[in-house]
């Protein structure tokens, strides 16, 4: 496949020298980063605690079969496919800052309410709009950072926000077990809940949309961040519309590739605790310090492909070879599953690592070959389709595992969804790129000269 830019012309990456003169955006980092952190970690949790629920009981005590069981972890990536491309257009053109205030105090009285829930029906809506209100939180977020923050810093960007991922779940895993132990799952879910409701005002009072708008920036130094910001657009294919860019067949390519990646993902996430249980025959308070293990991991990959990406101004080889690596980890579970736990679940841990590690490349390309005017939309797009792949992932792999009775049907798809994710992404090629500080575009595929000015190429 044939790879060129839409424009030949090269994008000046920030250098580091531009803001010698302005010293106070540094505080960028420690005024912006931990909260957005904090405030993933707080969705994380919220969505990630179900599969601990599944683990402790929750089929037995609310009297539902394996299957419902599987449809209540899966509802929630219905609902988060529904509202993407709305939400990012709200945060666009109104206000990020808004809208994830009032998703976290939506999503933790949400989250709360799971634990409180008796019925069947009750309790799926409940998962729906709980998905439906997160569903807000990533594309308003990587909306948010690229008005903070340059392209030559945004894959570590990215990484800090999706970080918040493997850490909670790191340290979830551990704790959310003996939470279980102590108060029982249906607590466990109040008490995991409350946190995002408080925290929503934190947010709302800390967080601003621009940096104009901040008392802890000189407007000299928001005069000079805007004009690097600004001048990243203007090097930028024209896309007029969501329409042309939609129609492009590199935002489909993007989006299968990450409907298969989630897939994997999110089967591997809200199932690794019951695969742990049933595999190992330990305790729900052990459980919860082995599926920490493999986020650990995670986040150490994720730091490494984010710093060298942005080191050397690449993309895609820093996506592909860690998820075709964490379907070959995860077939090596398959292998192993039911014959010997632990090398099974030392193939559970490469993979989780692997699976995670190309999170801040891959989020860094579309806003470096798309005009912010539709930047946002088309990463809502992406994640909506990422979102489809994790209601299948989670459904199918909670499926077979409660029709199988093992883990090993489980293994297998999610293994060769990320392989297959891996290839995808595979043939992108890194277009004309500067040498020294300059920062280099994922090319797009060719199109006809007529319309290389009105659509994204990949």
């Known amino acids: 496949m044939a790879f060129e830019t839409a424009d030949r012309r090269t994008n000046q990456a920030a250098d580091p020298d531009q803001f010698a003169a302005h010293p106070d955006l540094n505080k960028r980092w420690l005024q ?47 609902g988060y496919f529904a509202f993407q491309i709305p939400g990012a257009a709200y945060a666009r053109k109104r206000s990020a800052r808004r809208l994830i205030g009032l998703a976290l105090v939506s999503w933790g009285v949400l989250a709360s309410l799971t634990g409180i829930i008796k019925v069947f029906w009750i309790l799926a809506l409940d998962r729906l709009l709980l998905g439906a209100a997160e ?38 895993s551990a704790a959310t077990g003996y939470i279980i132990k102590k108060f029982g799952w249906q607590m466990t879910f109040v008490i995991e809940g409350l946190p995002s409701v408080i925290w929503g005002a934190v947010w709302y009072f800390t967080i601003r949309d621009t940096p104009e708008e901040t008392a802890w920036l000189s407007p000299e130094s928001a005069t000079k961040l805007r004009s690097i910001l600004d001048s990243e657009q203007t090097v930028l294919p024209r896309v007029p519309n969501l ?13 299968a590739q990450y409907f298969l990646w989630c897939l994997g993902l999110y089967g591997f996430v809200l199932w690794l605790p019951v695969i742990i249980k049933n595999g190992s025959s330990q305790g729900i308070g052990i459980t919860g310090v082995l599926s920490a293990v493999p986020y650990a991991f995670a986040a150490m990959l994720m730091l490494f492909a984010s710093y060298f990406s942005d080191r050397t101004a690449k993309r895609t080889r820093f996506v592909w070879p860690f998820l075709i690596f964490a379907g070959a980890a995860l077939f090596g579970s398959y292998l192993t599953a039911g014959m010997n736990f632990w090398l099974s679940f030392s193939f ?50 909670g499926y077979l ?8 049907a489980g293994f297998l798809l999610m293994s060769v969804a990320l392989t297959l994710s891996g290839l995808l992404i595979l043939p992108l090629k890194p277009a004309t790129e500067r040498t020294g500080d300059a920062l280099s575009v994922e090319a797009l595929p060719a199109e006809q000269p007529a319309a290389r000015a009105n659509e994204l190429s990949i």
């Open 348 to 397: 559970l841990v490469i993979a989780g690592g692997a699976m995670y590690a190309p999170y801040g490349p891959f989020f860094a390309i579309i806003p470096e070959i798309l005009p912010s005017n539709v930047a946002g939309e088309v990463t809502a797009l992406i994640n909506s389709l990422g979102a489809l792949g994790s209601f299948l992932g989670s459904y199918f792999v």
């Open 135 to 172: 569903s807000f939180i990533l594309p308003g977020m990587l909306i948010l950072l690229t008005k903070w923050f340059t392209r030559k810093e945004r894959s570590r960007t990215n990484t800090l926000l999706i970080l918040g991922n493997p850490i909670t779940v790191l340290w979830m």
């Open 401 to 408: 595992q409660g029709r199988t009775g093992n883990s090993k």
């Open 32 to 78: 912006i980063m931990p909260v957005v952190f904090i405030t993933y970690s707080l969705a994380y949790v919220d969505r990630a605690n179900y599969g601990f629920g599944a683990a402790a009981g929750l089929a037995e005590s609310l009297h539902i079969t394996p299957t419902q069981s599987a449809l209540l972890g899966s509802l929630f990536f219905l």
């Open 243 to 255: 329409a042309a860019a939609f129609k492009n067949p590199g935002v489909a390519i993007l989006c």
